[in-house]
């Protein structure tokens, strides 16, 4: 079993940034984070595979937010940046130990943090 904890949400206003962590029990291949708004479906936003280090971003957040890890502590980062009302959501980390296969469906992760809040004024 693997706990994920997220930190780092709040309320900001839209041009601001936010940095949010989630720090993991134990490394695990992929993690990624996914956002979710009431009555909408949870949406993948940026992952890694932490072997390699390779990242995937969604069209939405390109350029704008940026995943890291630092495999030393088992900690996940989600640098968000250039914050609009649009990215308001509760913010989840999500793990999964397989490598293979696309990263987007949250069916596909079987380890979840609890979430935290990101809310931007305008």
């Known amino acids: 079993q693997v706990q994920l904890v997220e930190s780092g949400g709040g309320s900001v206003q839209a041009g601001g940034s936010l940095r949010l962590s989630c720090v993991a029990s134990?490394?695990?291949?992929?993690m990624s984070w996914f956002r979710q708004v009431p009555g909408k479906a949870r949406e993948g936003v940026a992952s890694?595979?932490?072997?390699?280090?390779?990242?995937s971003y969604a069209d939405s957040v390109k350029g704008r937010f940026t995943i890291s890890q630092d495999s030393a502590k088992n900690t996940l980062y989600l640098q968000m940046d250039s914050l609009g009302p649009e990215d308001s959501a509760m913010y989840y980390c999500?793990?999964?130990?397989?490598?293979?296969?696309?990263?987007?469906?949250?069916?596909?992760?079987?380890?979840w943090g609890q979430g935290t809040q990101v809310t931007v004024s305008s």
């Open positions: 134990r490394n695990i291949a992929r």
């Open positions: 890694i595979l932490t072997p390699s280090g390779m990242i």
């Open positions: 999500a793990g999964r130990t397989a490598l293979i296969g696309g990263w987007t469906r949250p069916s596909d992760y079987k380890y």
